[in-house]
């Protein structure tokens, strides 16, 4: 265990009695599920019902996920100008491009980006004609509801078709994830038991189409080392290829943690991404306290770039978080805003190679775009993925 994840597993002394008790009823119906399904489900599922059971999961019941007080905090969160630079982009395809005036952000959090977004356009003469948001977590859609109003409107699924911009900012790394071990020269499939009253890793034969993936990655990256352990992230994939089908004209923005395959899947990478946050405190252990913790995996870029690719998606651009936010524009913004110490250092976290301005990476793919986009001028790395 590493020394933050056992400062989390402090922190759950403090827990408080009725949370313990909702984590318990939750661990309790996805014992039930392991029972009915004979004894063991598949990783995925588990991160699915963790993360998204109705009136149970972390994104369907726990309250104050965002933010200081909550469990983590993410780039438009940390500094307004995350959102200002964005609306560079979102501007420049809107009125270079000449694509409709239309923004469609997927899972929009506390609503604080949406909120930055439609400001900052409307200041550059490029306020959106409609502004919506799919949101899966009944209580975000509330806070984002009660932030936005009439700004926004919610839908429950995407549209059959959409021409402008679509935004998700670290979306894909909670969706369900698969995950794998390679052992005894077999490919495993890692899925969650019960013992005793505990919930625990066990592992399967792989299905046929995580053997499949696997077996693509080593084709691609090369043999990974006996007791490698990592995930892979066929939901993501499978969001994305939808995402050909009804994005008709415009660019999506896909910003997330994640690297290009064989970065991701490097031989040193022998225990995966996998990573779960309670209270600011990164640790290893999903099962631990499901439902109070959020899971998350990081983005195969390559992947997530050929399934846009094979969906008749165009890619556009990929680079670091720090290079798109430097290429809109962020550090004039930051001149001209006249911040005081504490808000700069904010905005310089967004920055920060050592933080989420390289870990953090924006993929750009659409359809029925000319020319470069502003935010890959400089840096764009897509020959890498
Ligand atoms: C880590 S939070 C990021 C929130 C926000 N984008 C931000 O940057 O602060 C993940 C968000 O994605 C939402 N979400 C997860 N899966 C989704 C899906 N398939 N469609 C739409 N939203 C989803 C969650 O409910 C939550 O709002």
Redesign the pocket.
């Known amino acids: 265990m590493t020394d933050s994840a056992r400062s989390s597993f402090a922190a759950a002394q403090t827990v408080a009695p009725e949370a313990l008790a909702h984590s318990r009823r939750l661990a309790l119906r996805i014992a039930e599920e392991i029972d009915r399904a004979g004894g063991w489900i598949t990783f995925d599922r588990y991160m699915q019902l963790a993360l ?1 059971e109705a009136g149970l999961g972390y ?1 369907a019941a726990k309250p104050g996920k ?1 933010g200081p007080e909550g469990d ?1 905090v ?4 940390i500094s307004p100008l995350f959102a200002r630079a964005l609306a560079a982009q979102v501007a420049q395809v809107f009125e270079r491009m000449r694509i409709a005036r239309r923004v469609l ?6 609503g ?2 949406a909120g930055d977004l439609i400001r900052e356009l409307a200041r550059l003469g490029a306020a959106p004609e409609s502004y919506g948001i ?4 009944p209580d ?1 859609r509330a806070e984002q509801q009660a932030r936005l109003g009439g700004a926004v409107k919610w839908l429950d699924v995407p549209p059959e078709e959409f021409e402008g911009v679509v935004i ?4 894909l ?3 369900p994830a698969k995950l794998f071990a390679r052992r005894g020269g077999r490919i495993l499939e890692q899925g969650v038991e019960v013992e005793g009253e505990e919930l625990r890793i066990g592992e399967r034969p792989a299905s046929f189409e995580l053997r499949e993936a696997v077996e693509q990655i080593e084709a691609d990256s090369g043999p990974l080392p006996e007791g490698y352990v990592s995930e892979v992230g066929l939901i993501a994939r499978a ?1 994305t290829a939808t995402l050909g089908r009804w994005l008709r004209r415009g660019v999506a923005l896909l910003i997330d943690y994640g690297f290009p395959r064989h970065e991701y899947y490097h031989p040193q990478r022998a225990m995966g991404t996998l990573m779960c946050h309670f209270r600011h405190q990164a640790h290893a252990k999903p099962l631990w306290l499901p439902g109070l913790n ?1 899971i ?1 995996a990081h983005i195969d870029f390559t992947a997530i770039a050929r399934a846009a690719n094979d969906a008749g998606l165009d890619l556009l651009g990929y680079t670091s978080q720090a290079r798109f936010l430097l290429d809109c524009g962020i550090l004039d913004l930051l001149r001209q805003s006249a911040l005081g110490a504490r808000e700069t250092a904010d905005a310089l976290r967004l920055l920060s190679e050592a933080e989420m301005g390289e870990l953090l990476k924006v993929l750009a793919v659409g359809r029925g775009i000319g020319g470069p986009l502003l935010g890959f001028r400089s840096g764009d790395r897509l020959h890498r993925l």
Not at 74 to 77: K, L, N, S, W
Not at 168 to 171: D, G, H, L, R
């Open positions: 998204y994104y965002i983590f993410t780039a438009p969160e952000e997927f899972g929009a959090g506390s604080a980006l799919v949101e899966v977590s975000l998700a900012n670290e979306v790394d909670v969706m969001w959020d998350t």
